[in-house]
């Protein structure tokens, strides 16, 4: 049974961040020196997530992607996948991941019953990367790509953020180098999501910007259509060899209108949108004995009342800088990015 918000959009993606913890620092997500985390005891533990998952489940969810913070530092990761695999309801289980330890996970993922998974990638260069993520694990990713590459996984694609002097001067090359991986690449507009304190409009590249320089390389470029584009946000298109990529112009051109994505903390608190102020809190209501029945009440509630639509606001700014300052996001990690989740 779909469960449905104020504009029709499905309660249908549940993107769940089960650490706020991660092993680099990129520069567009946690350019800061400290950050303020989720007290361990409000970690939510396999079981509760698995409890949780299921009341989605009942009310529509059949797709989800397990995020972070960086997801493989969660211990024994691959059990929840085993767990969340099993469940009758599931019909895609996806990862995000920086692939920092990805190679001694990948096999293990692939056989606990992970679909999908991608892997974020913005340099190929190790300097860069060095400078980009404050970490010099460039030689780590590139060997988990490969791994991910030959466990077998459904789809593998690659995610890289192009900002403007720092990184869009590899776009082919990345373009190339996840051909070589059989990996299908998409590029992401640069968002001035919660933590990104360092954004800026001048460092945005478009999705034009991003389609000119690879026309520029390659000659035409085919967009394809709607029944060949996955899932929103990203729009995907062609290369003369057949090569296909996607761009998630989620900046400049924002996809609310069919956005069925919500966020569950590590913590257990629920995001209707990347962009909110405000989520619900799961965890005290699981902890204190509600029911299913009464979880699944709270959160179709919440959902048929839902006008979400962030990024589309945004772009009706005039003058647009970084969502939250550093102040608000130490008063309340919930407002990074990397606690709810990409
Ligand atoms: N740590 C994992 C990773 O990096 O793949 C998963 C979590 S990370 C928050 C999920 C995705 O969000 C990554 O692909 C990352 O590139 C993207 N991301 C983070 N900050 C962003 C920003 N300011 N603009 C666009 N994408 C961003
Ligand atoms: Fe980078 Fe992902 Fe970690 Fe953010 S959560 S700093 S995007 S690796
Ligand atoms: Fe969905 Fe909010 Fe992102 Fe719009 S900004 S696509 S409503 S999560």
């Given at each position: 049974?779909?469960?449905?918000?104020?504009?029709?959009?499905?309660?249908?993606?549940?993107?769940?961040?089960?650490?706020d913890?991660c092993?680099?620092?990129?520069?567009?997500?946690?350019?800061?020196?400290?950050?303020?985390?989720?007290?361990?005891?409000?970690?939510?533990?396999?079981?509760?997530?698995?409890r949780?998952?299921?009341?989605?489940?009942?009310?529509?969810?059949?797709?989800?992607?397990?995020?972070?913070?960086?997801?493989?530092?969660?211990?024994?990761?691959?059990?929840?996948?085993?767990?969340?695999a099993?469940?009758?309801?599931?019909?895609?289980?996806?990862m995000?991941?920086?692939?920092?330890?990805?190679?001694?996970?990948?096999?293990?993922?692939?056989?606990?019953?992970?679909?999908?998974i991608?892997?974020?990638?913005?340099?190929?260069?190790?300097?860069?990367?060095?400078?980009?993520?404050?970490?010099?694990?460039?030689?780590?990713?590139?060997?988990?790509?490969?791994?991910?590459?030959?466990?077998?996984?459904?789809s593998?694609?690659?995610?890289?953020?192009?900002?403007?002097?720092?990184?869009?001067?590899e776009?082919?090359?990345?373009?190339e180098?996840?051909?070589?991986?059989?990996?299908?690449?998409?590029?992401?507009?640069?968002m001035?999501?919660?933590?990104?304190?360092?954004?800026?409009?001048?460092?945005?590249v478009?999705?034009?910007?991003?389609?000119?320089?690879i026309?520029?390389?390659?000659?035409?470029?085919?967009?394809l259509g709607?029944?060949?584009?996955?899932?929103?946000?990203?729009?995907?298109?062609?290369?003369?060899?057949?090569?296909?990529?996607?761009?998630?112009?989620?900046t400049?051109?924002?996809?609310?209108?069919?956005?069925?994505?919500?966020?569950?903390?590590?913590?257990?608190?629920w995001?209707l949108?990347?962009?909110?102020?405000r989520?619900?809190?799961?965890?005290?209501p699981?902890?204190?004995?509600?029911?299913?029945?009464?979880?699944?009440?709270?959160?179709?509630?919440?959902?048929?009342?839902?006008?979400?639509?962030?990024?589309?606001?945004?772009l009706?700014?005039?003058e647009?800088?970084?969502?939250?300052?550093?102040?608000?996001?130490?008063?309340?990690?919930?407002?990074?990015?990397?606690?709810?989740?990409?």
């Amino acid at each position: 049974m779909a469960t449905l918000d104020r504009y029709g959009r499905r309660l249908g993606n549940l993107r769940l961040s089960v650490t706020d913890r991660c092993n680099l620092r990129c520069a567009y997500c946690m350019p800061e020196r400290e950050y303020v985390w989720l007290p361990r005891k409000d970690i939510l533990d396999f079981e509760e997530i698995g409890r949780l998952a299921d009341v989605f489940g009942s009310l529509g969810t059949d797709r989800v992607r397990l995020t972070g913070g960086e997801p493989l530092v969660r211990h024994d990761l691959s059990k929840l996948v085993e767990l969340l695999a099993a469940k009758p309801w599931l019909k895609d289980l996806a990862m995000t991941t920086n692939g920092v330890l990805l190679e001694a996970q990948a096999e293990r993922l692939r056989a606990a019953g992970l679909h999908r998974i991608t892997v974020s990638l913005d340099t190929l260069r190790p300097e860069r990367f060095r400078e980009l993520a404050r970490v010099d694990e460039l030689p780590r990713v590139l060997r988990g790509i490969e791994a991910a590459s030959r466990a077998g996984f459904a789809s593998l694609k690659l995610d890289t953020v192009v900002i403007r002097g720092v990184n869009d001067d590899e776009i082919v090359a990345l373009l190339e180098r996840a051909k070589e991986w059989g990996a299908e690449i998409r590029f992401i507009e640069y968002m001035d999501v919660g933590g990104a304190t360092h954004w800026s409009r001048e460092r945005v590249v478009s999705r034009e910007g991003i389609l000119r320089a690879i026309s520029d390389a390659y000659g035409s470029v085919e967009a394809l259509g709607a029944e060949e584009r996955a899932a929103a946000p990203a729009e995907r298109f062609r290369l003369p060899d057949g090569t296909t990529f996607g761009v998630i112009a989620s900046t400049t051109a924002p996809f609310c209108a069919a956005c069925d994505r919500s966020r569950l903390t590590a913590d257990g608190v629920w995001y209707l949108c990347l962009y909110a102020a405000r989520g619900i809190d799961l965890r005290k209501p699981l902890r204190e004995g509600a029911s299913e029945d009464e979880l699944r009440a709270l959160l179709s509630g919440a959902w048929s009342f839902r006008t979400d639509r962030g990024a589309e606001e945004r772009l009706g700014l005039r003058e647009r800088t970084p969502l939250r300052d550093v102040p608000d996001l130490r008063r309340d990690p919930h407002l990074e990015m990397h606690t709810r989740g990409g």
